[in-house]
T-cell receptor, first 114, second 115 residues
Framework: AQSVTQLGSHVSVSEGALVLLRCNYSSSVPPYLFWYVQYPNQGLQLLLKYTSAATLVKGINDFEAEFKKSETSFHLTKPSAHMSDAAEYFCAVSDPYNFNKFYFGSGTKLNVKP | SQTIHQWPATLVQPVGSPLSLECTVEGTSNPNLYWYRQAAGRGLQLLFYSVGIGQISSEVPQNLSASRPQDRQFILSSKKLLLSDSGFYLC??????????????FGEGSWLTVV
């Protein structure tokens, strides 16, 4: 079975500062991992995904995430935060043998201060 | 390109009333379809998924039901709403062909408030 833990329900950074959102997963098989972003009152948009290719994955809006098997982590980073990055971010894990089983973390709300 | 639409966007319903949320996907065939619920501070909970017309898998026992009358249509229903049914409902789809098959894509969401 798969599960996801996102550390920190709220993260606050200053504009221009590094963004680091943490995600740890549990999976009995090599997982597929995803980060989604949700702006207020909207659906989720895919930011990036790891599907067993390169361990460093680049996504939209300069976000990237690194799959670290030894740490069972898939943390999301961005070198310099913009005000427009303020949103809620969800990490998700999927069983690569059953794509109907998608498990989401509880989300991290990112606040960007001017 | 593929698009997903769900409606209504916002709904306020009294306790005990029925519910119908509808979702359609365009630009693809035989998608897998999903209904998720997002309660405040609790992340996303998978409610139902469907791999084909008339095929529904339920993940969480509750007073909600789902139906798939057509290939690209997915409906979430309830005969009698409870206060605890309030939340943000998200429809999603997955392409079962090609390289996009391992990613789920979401609709805009529907806010349901049960009063």
């Amino acid at each position: 079975a798969q599960s996801v833990t996102q550390l920190g329900s709220h993260v606050s950074v200053s504009e221009g500062a590094l963004v680091l959102l943490r995600c740890n997963y549990s999976s009995s098989v090599p997982p597929y991992l995803f980060w989604y972003v949700q702006y207020p009152n909207q659906g989720l948009q895919l930011l990036l995904k790891y599907t067993s290719a390169a361990t460093l994955v680049k996504g939209i809006n300069d976000f990237e995430a690194e799959f670290k098997k030894s740490e069972t982590s898939f943390h999301l980073t961005k070198p310099s935060a913009h005000m427009s990055d303020a949103a809620e971010y969800f990490c998700a894990v999927s069983d690569p043998y059953n794509f109907n089983k998608f498990y989401f973390g509880s989300g991290t709300k990112l606040n960007v201060k001017p | 390109s593929q698009t997903i639409h769900q409606w209504p966007a916002t709904l306020v319903q009294p306790v005990g009333s029925p519910l119908s949320l509808e979702c359609t996907v365009e630009g693809t065939s035989n998608p897998n379809l999903y209904w998720y619920r997002q309660a405040a501070g609790r992340g996303l909970q998978l409610l139902f998924y469907s791999v084909g017309i008339g095929q529904i898998s339920s993940e969480v026992p509750q007073n909600l039901s789902a139906s798939r009358p057509q290939d690209r249509q997915f409906i979430l229903s309830s005969k009698k709403l409870l206060l605890s049914d309030s939340g943000f409902y998200l429809c999603a789809w997955r392409d079962t062909t090609g390289s996009r098959g391992n990613t789920i894509y979401f609709g805009e969401g529907s806010w349901l408030t049960v009063v």
